[in-house]
């Protein structure tokens, strides 16, 4: 629109540093053109580059990177070192992992895919990470028939709060009243504050393995320490349907527990959690999401969703491609949220849905209620808003 743009040097002049004009010049620009490395770039720009990135920073002129930005790792989406953060990235064929998970998709700005004609070479191609579309996960969403009773529909057991954490309770049975599950029991001592809020629960006060059938468990959020607590989660740990484990329940869980099951396992640990479970430093999980997701999968024989800025979904194992979701959003850290989840992800898993297909719908339509509960977001807006959010999903397939 008859706006002026300047290209990011080639590697000549970088190298002989910032020639004097080009502050000038910047001041005249309306767009940077970011083109210093492409997808094959290893490490963080030289330090020529960054005197050139600084130097637009300084500007304050907007940067449209072509492919990726540069300096940031296009298969893993690692930063090491200074990378550019782009106001937009036009990339082209396909989106590189790098473009789609922390901390490198936040250089990235808004993104814009080219197609060059590769599709056919890409359909035959095993991808790095997989990014689910609405039409793929309301395809998963669970729907009733005219046969179904609550029962038929799967019931999701929740073993979450305390005496001392009451609301993680509260949430996590909320998230998983709006999972598409036909009735929610909950176990634990919060009972009461669970039934004041949804007096639809089925409530038991006693062990987990005594609350009566359930399809899936849910259990973690909330629980504290202790004797009683740490005996929650090994009993839950013990049962022979899908188990979902969450926070406090991901520090009480025995280490060779997850191995010694048969039934499939979800952990949803946040990335300070992740770091525990890996003996490793928070830090080192923040900044390597993929294969720290992968290195929980493998390592517990589990599928794990790594919560954070990115949410990564790993299958057990750690080797089938992640799934990455594209819903998530900053309004989502906020205390709770992650319960909601937790509650919403189990109640897929006692629909029958398997523990990645669950993790993968449960984080979208999570991130697209946080979305509609903008801004200034609370856990329980996250979940009133689970039920529009869902609806606009499935209606993606004429569900209504």
Not at 93 to 117: M, N, Q, S, T, W
Not at 296 to 320: H, M
Request: net charge negative.
């Amino acid at each position: 629109a008859g706006g002026r743009a300047v290209a990011a040097p080639g590697a000549r002049t970088v190298l002989e540093g910032v020639p004097a004009d080009v502050p000038v010049l910047l001041r005249r620009a309306d767009l940077v053109v970011d083109g210093i490395v492409g997808i094959g770039g290893q490490g963080g720009l030289r330090p020529d580059a960054v005197e050139i990135t600084d130097a637009v920073a300084e500007a304050g002129v907007p940067v449209v990177a072509v492919d990726l930005p540069s300096g940031v790792d296009a298969d893993t989406g690692e930063v090491r070192g200074v990378a550019v953060r782009a106001a937009a990235t036009v990339t082209f064929g396909a989106y590189k992992p790098g473009l789609l998970v922390d901390p490198a998709r936040e250089h990235a700005g808004a993104l814009r895919l080219v197609d060059i004609g590769l599709g056919p070479y890409l359909e035959a191609a095993e991808p790095v990470v997989r990014a689910a579309r609405h039409a793929d996960v309301a395809a998963l969403l669970p729907r009733p028939s005219a046969e179904s009773d609550k029962y038929r529909r799967g019931v999701v057991g929740v073993a979450a709060g305390s005496a001392r954490y009451p609301g993680a309770a509260v949430l996590a049975v909320a998230g998983a009243l709006r999972g598409g599950a036909g009735a929610v029991r909950y176990a634990g001592p919060a009972a009461d504050a669970v039934i004041a809020r949804f007096p639809e629960t089925l409530v038991s006060s006693g062990p987990p393995s005594r609350a009566g059938r359930v399809q899936a468990w849910v259990v973690g959020p909330g629980l504290g320490d202790g004797d009683e607590a740490r005996g929650i989660v090994r009993d839950v740990l013990a049962s022979d349907v899908p188990v979902l484990v969450d926070a406090d329940g991901l520090r009480l869980m025995d280490a060779g527990a997850p191995r010694e099951r048969t039934a499939p396992l979800l952990l949803t640990p946040h990335a300070g959690e992740a770091a525990a479970l890996l003996g490793v430093e928070r830090e080192e999980v923040e900044s390597a999401r993929l294969a720290s997701a992968r290195e929980l999968a493998r390592r517990y024989g589990a599928t794990v969703l790594l919560k954070g800025s990115t949410t990564v979904i790993a299958p057990p194992g750690g080797d089938s491609p992640p799934r990455v979701n594209p819903t998530g959003t900053g309004w989502l850290a906020t205390a709770g949220s992650g319960d909601v989840l937790s509650g919403l992800a189990g109640s897929l898993l006692a629909c029958g849905l398997a523990p990645v297909d669950a993790a993968v719908a449960g984080a979208y339509v999570h991130g697209l209620a946080g979305r509609r509960a903008a801004p200034l977001v609370s856990a329980l807006d996250v979940a009133e808003a689970l039920r529009p959010a869902w609806r606009d999903v499935a209606e993606a397939r004429g569900a209504g």
